[in-house]
């Protein structure tokens, strides 16, 4: 019979995967020894000998990599891959907190909007339906509907 592991005894080793990624040169590297938190995150505890809260592991890969003091206070650690378990070391970068979320949200947001372009064209639904498809209000659909109306008249 294996002992059992107490909390704070030995750390549980950390295994890797390489997964490919479509966009960027190198593939994400995820822990798949642990498992994510509701947003996505890997969290580990560090093996400083002190009790210790949790610390997201990008943040951990990146500081072993720029040094204990390369993430000025208010700044946040940013996954230019997307890939909120990946520890790929080049795929991340510290932003200030106000540029994360900006950066972050306008990319989001893009996202949301050619899902919500694609689902138009494909089925020619009506303002509400694209609405409800995308989670967004009827004023935002709009605005995208008569900016892709714009674009399209361009083509011509």
């Known amino acids: 019979m294996t002992p059992r592991r ?6 549980k080793p950390l295994k890797f995967a390489r997964v490919p990624h479509p966009t960027m040169r190198q593939p994400c590297i995820e822990i ?21 809260n949790h610390v997201h ?6 500081l072993s990599k720029h040094g204990p003091t390369s993430i000025p ?7 230019i891959c ?4 990946c520890v ?5 970068r510290a932003l200030d907190r ?10 989001r947001y893009a996202d949301v909007e050619e899902a919500a372009h694609c689902y138009w064209l494909a089925t020619g639904c009506d303002f509400l339906a694209l ?23 361009g083509d011509e």
Do not use: F, I
């Open 82 to 85: 997307k890939n909120r378990a």
């Open 98 to 107: 106000s540029d994360h979320k900006r950066v972050t949200n306008a990319e």
């Open 32 to 52: 798949v020894s642990h498992a994510r938190n509701r947003k996505g995150y890997v969290q580990l505890r560090p093996r400083n000998g002190q009790r210790a």
């Open 6 to 11: 107490k909390s704070g005894a030995q750390p």
């Open 131 to 153: 609405a409800e498809y995308a989670g967004r209000s009827l004023s935002t659909v709009r605005r995208w509907r008569n900016r892709w109306a714009l674009e399209d008249h």
């Open 57 to 62: 592991a990008h943040r951990l890969a990146y």
């Open 73 to 79: 206070k208010g700044w946040e650690v940013d996954h």
């Open 88 to 92: 790929n070391r080049s795929h991340l």
